[in-house]
């Protein structure tokens, strides 16, 4: 459980980051935010993927936490470019 | 007039250059190396899945219970067979290497055979030696060691082969971060159905994103072997003679003065009270090993060696010490210099022997990535050189050939693969030299797919050899049930979840492939047709995008 949730923290906040490209964030929600939206996209992407690398940290140890941290964002990151894909495909 | 690409474009076209060279020159080997690397990540799971014969973890006894087994045999069997045994090494069960009980003994003379030792793996639960209840095998061991020792060549030649591949590697991927100018902006991007352009971003997405652990991956694998690949190094700084490598030794893995004791625990201890205060010591870590020096002896030392905690965990050096004859706990080792401790950390990292089993499948996961990195770099390779021909053209022979070459390597190896797990069911369990058949059908089925490919017209021999191995993988949890007692249904109401996984991935991979099949036969991995004439500027100008793009 503890290793889902840093994971689901890294995915909220690659998701997130992905807003803050103007391509991707089209995609998502059909128009690209406006400039101070994304700014504030930013800020909670890095803060919730800094909430991730701690919560990794404090489970498993300096080491195995950033190693865990590591293997959260690939994958989290593989999951946002698939569903982007998704949406490209679909619509 | 100045040149319009200017000195950054042209060093980025450099870069590019480099970045596909180096990443083909060796790319077949790597992908042999990531693929049987990858398999590596569990490889006592699979030791457990090729032998049906041994028991699952449920049934593994205490570690006193284990240790007097092995202790028994070491006494009486290998004592009477080898003679003075100065040493015993009792190699333990931990919760991923739960199959074997290891019973080692240095013996006081070489043997017949000029060993100057003896090791058997004993079933944990009854002490018999498995070669006496379980087929022979060479289980996920040999798919690990084959990533970097090779097979049927001699291990230096091996290691220095992977080496200079490996370094090839890692001069690939800094030439590919340095050459992708879009790295930030197509971070997230993945165009399907975009022929060359899908490729393009398909490599850039499984080596992008998988970033951290390929650039730790070769870089780590280069230092398994640090003193080999740099032996000048040694030579200049140490010198060459015993004495100096001897003291390189203690400053890596300093010990502690034995002659120091810390307290008193029992006069002339039990193996099972060493075991329960070690046990009650450690807390929640396990005993990995017990070591007994000078057996009988009144300087006799038992050693209990820990599964470490932290990024080199398995690497047995937390240690406990005991005065055998008067129960002394003897003075801990003083911790390891900061190189030593970066080193194993280094090691530990590439092995992922920490890993749970969350971070051990996204292991796995990575080391897929890794593999189909170097396929689509591959097929990047060959389409871009095809779609530069013109209709009427001749398509190059070296085009042909690679493209050939790419089936035989990408579908082929884990056609073998396939092969050898099928081979560890159907061989005759009693079959004399059944581990190294194994092997041999792991090869001989590579070697046949490359055949294949060069015999069947290219898009017809994709279709069958993905279909192939499709067929594989769905029928081996098949061949398993009909064949042993440990079938996916046994497995899972047991809870052995070892075997379960296995069959279960074998399965999603199965599926995986057939999901694919059907495409095979519209697009994608090879195009037949020469580009038109209309198409050509299309085709030259992404040509142009992934040649800037460094593939």
Redesign the interface.
Known sequence: MTFLIGWFLALLGMLTLAFTQAKQAKLLFGAAPAASTRWAFSIVGYALLFSSTYQAIAAYGLGVGLVTFFSHVCFAAWCVSLLLTCRRTLF | MSNPTGLHGAFRQSMAWLHTWSGLVFAILLYFVFVTGTFGYFTYEIDHWMQPELPSRDEIPSNAEMAELALRHIETDLASQEGELTRYFIGLPTSRTYQYLMAFANLAELNADGEGFIREDLNPVSGVPVSDVARDTSGGSILYRMHYALHYMPYEAAYYTVGLATLFMFLAMITGVVTHKKI??D???????KGQRTWLDAHN?TSV??L??MLMITYSGLLFFLVEYSPGTMILTIGVDRGAMQELSSHRYPEADLKDATGVFAVSPAMKDLIAYVEHEWADDQIRYIEINSPGEDNSIITFGAVD???YRDRGFTVMRFNATTGEVLAEDPSRPLDSEFYQ?ALG?HE?R???Y??RW??F??GLLGCGMIATGLLLWAKKRRALVKTGMPIPRSVTIMERVNLGTIVGLPLGVAAYFWANRMLPVQFEGRAEWEIHCLFLVWALSFLHAGAREIKLAWREQVGALAAMCLLLPVMNALTTEAHLGNSLAAGDWERAGFDLTSLVFGLALCAIWPRLTSSSTVSDEPTSVENAEEVTGLTAQANKAGV
Do not use: E, I, V
């Not at chain 2, 971070?187 to 399907?192: E, S, V, Y």
């Open positions: 930030f902006a971070f997230f991007t993945l165009r399907l159905g997405m994103l998988a951290p652990f905690q932290g990024l950390s990292l992922g920490f890993a749970n969350w971070l996204a292991y996961a990575s």
